[in-house]
């Protein structure tokens, strides 16, 4: 047997919705006669549960598990209960080439290349989301190796020569489509290694998150930048899925960097320390030159 909930008008067949938890629940009544209710009648909750917890992302995706059906009770209770997941959000994060979404994915970058951090919700059918408390740390998760790139509030950190602000995203034309949000950087890295690590709090939501991706809020928690605070408080709250990658910083490359030289060949039009150190001594000789022979035509009209 097959229940649809009525999700996008839950006023519907008495729906009764929770979006804190992301629960949809409905009670059915089944009758061995149809349009009435005799004796050998069951009543039946179907409710359905939709993940809204804080899922955790790093570099790549991994695997994402779905949960089956769960019956609880038996045919004897006067009510049943059926319980169902509407499957976790398909959410992954990547490092893109270039500035926007259709650049190719990246394992390694060069220091000053132009890079886009991306997290995309593949499917906006059931979810939306909001990205929050992303950082960048070289692994060793110490305070003096770790930034933060988008703060509590889901705002973009500006940070000169590596990131841009503010935090952008796409809007799904259809309910098929993937969403989009996306932060514009330039290849950087910490002094301690060539690899950043990149991780990310991502918020999802039912439908829709009802607040926009950046909305500053003075009352908000403030994440820690010692990520092992982070942590602590992270476990006091419900589990949290967490993937890892890095991303390797190369010297940099002309091709690839952010700033490049547009003028001409810098070998042509830049001249040696030793063709400078000569052409000093020939202007030093032309000018005793042209003073010596400016005095003995002096003496020679003194004399005449």
């Not at 089944?30 to 955790?56: H, K, M, N, W």
């Not at 973009?156 to 935090?167: E, T, Y």
């Not at 001409?264 to 001594?281: I, K, N, R």
């Amino acid at each position: 047997m097959t229940v649809k909930i009525p999700m996008l008008n839950s006023t519907q067949c008495g729906v009764q919705t929770n979006q804190t938890s992301g629960a949809y629940s409905v009670k059915l009544i089944v009758s061995p006669v149809e349009g009435l209710i005799v004796d050998g009648f069951t009543a039946v909750s179907v409710r359905c549960l939709y993940s809204t917890q804080d899922i955790t992302l790093t570099l790549p995706p991994g695997p994402n598990g779905t949960s089956g059906l769960q019956i609880l009770g038996n045919q004897q209770n006067d009510e049943s209960v059926v319980t169902g997941t509407g499957g976790s959000p398909s959410l992954t994060m990547q490092i893109l080439d270039g500035h926007g979404v259709d650049g190719a994915p990246l394992s390694r970058a060069a220091v000053g290349q132009r890079i886009t951090l991306d997290i995309v919700l593949k499917n906006t059918a059931i979810y939306d989301f909001y990205v929050h408390s992303c950082y960048a740390h070289d692994g060793s998760n110490t305070p003096d190796a770790s930034i933060n790139i988008i703060d509590s509030n889901g705002c973009g950190v500006r940070l000169s020569r590596a990131v841009d602000v503010p935090v952008l995203s796409n809007q799904p034309t259809g309910v098929s489509d993937a969403k989009h949000v996306f932060l514009y950087m330039y290849g950087f890295q910490f002094t301690s290694n060539n690899f950043v690590h990149f991780e990310c709090q991502v918020r999802p939501c039912v439908h829709s998150c009802h607040r926009q991706q950046c909305e500053p809020d003075d009352e908000a928690e403030k994440v820690p930048l010692i990520p092992a605070l982070r942590k602590r408080r992270d476990e006091r709250k419900l589990a949290t899925l967490h993937l890892q990658t890095v991303l390797e910083i190369e010297p940099q490359s002309a091709s690839k960097a952010a700033l490049v030289w547009e003028g001409p060949d810098p070998e042509s039009s830049c001249l040696s320390a030793t063709s400078l150190g000569f052409a000093a001594v020939l202007l030093c000789l032309s000018t005793a030159s042209i003073v010596c022979l400016l005095h003995s035509k002096r003496r020679y009209f003194c004399f005449s």
